[in-house]
């Protein structure tokens, strides 16, 4: 299978489930102990800090505490495989970004199967990016941006 179509492929199907209601599922779990938020990106990025804000209200509705857990490197796989790697009984969750659909098409092997090892339950949020030069930088063209 090419790159371009693995990569299609799982991103295709990570959208369509985050866009497929889950309720069933999510109204079955009832966590028994503190649960573990499993951050593949080093704390005090964005994701890092959509974690911190998204656990308060989920720990007062669930009624356990949030453990979370920084584990960057390796493009996100590190903290990833440590979540495949858990106990499957929904006690460990993986906030990750899109990220999860491109290392498919980045990486000829992966240490887990996106597909396969992983479901995901909740679309989390959006983060802008920008991107900025120094001010002294040459421009090009008539480019006044």
Do not use: C
Not at 14 to 43: C, D, E, N
Not at 52 to 62: D, F
């Amino acid at each position: 299978m090419t790159t371009r179509r693995i990569f299609l492929r799982t991103s295709g199907a990570v959208t369509a489930a985050l866009l497929l209601p889950g309720g069933a599922k999510a109204q079955a779990w009832v966590p028994t102990q503190p649960i573990r938020l499993v951050i593949p990106y080093a704390s005090g990025g964005t994701s890092d800090i959509m974690g911190r804000i998204l656990v308060e209200p989920a720990r007062r509705r669930l009624g356990q505490p949030f453990v979370l857990d920084n584990r960057p490197g390796a493009a996100t796989q590190i903290g990833t495989t440590a979540v495949v790697q858990s106990k499957p009984d929904g006690q460990t969750l993986l906030l990750v970004a899109n990220t999860i659909a491109v290392n498919p098409s980045l990486f000829s092997k992966l240490p887990y199967d996106t597909l396969k090892d992983l479901e995901p339950i909740s679309y989390a949020g959006v983060t802008p990016h920008t991107l900025v030069v120094h001010n002294d930088l040459p421009r090009i063209g008539n480019s006044t941006a």
